[in-house]
C-alpha cells in the first residue's frame, strides 16, 4: 500500500501564497499519476490538479487554473501544489491522492474521485478575506 502525507498547509490573507507538499512511500511512485482535491466546510470534496507520472502533463480546474501550479519531484517521491493568489474561496482541506493504473493519454476521468486510489490524510489552507 502507498502512503501519502501532505504538508505546507496554513493561514494567510486573501492574496498570499502557499506550497503544499505530499510525500509518498514507495519505489512505484514515479509511475502513478498524482492528483489534488480540496474540501471546504459543507461541501463535496472536489478536484483541484493532476500530474502525469513523469510530469509532461498538467490538469487544473478551471477556478484555480493560473493561480495554481502542480509539480512532483520522483527522485525524491514527492509532488507539491504551489498556490498563489489565494482567494477566501480556496479554503479547505487539502489532500494528494495516488492513481496507480495506466491511463491513456485520452483519459479524462482525472477529476474524479474515484479514479484515485491512495489518499493523504489532508492539510489544512485557509486563505482569509
Known sequence: QVQLVESGGGLVQAGGSLRLSCAASGRTFSSYGMGWFRQAPGKEREFVARISPGAGRTYYADSVKGRFTISRDNAKNAMYLQMTSLKPEDTG??????????????????????????????????GSS
Not at 494528494?96 to 485520452?106: G, L
Not at 482525472?110 to 486510489?117: D, L, W
Open 93 to 126: 482541506v487539502y489532500y494528494c491522492a495516488a492513481d496507480p493504473k495506466v491511463r491513456p493519454y485520452s483519459f479524462t476521468d482525472y477529476s474524479k474521485i474515484s479514479a484515485y486510489e491512495y489518499w493523504g490524510q489532508g492539510t489544512q489552507a485557509t
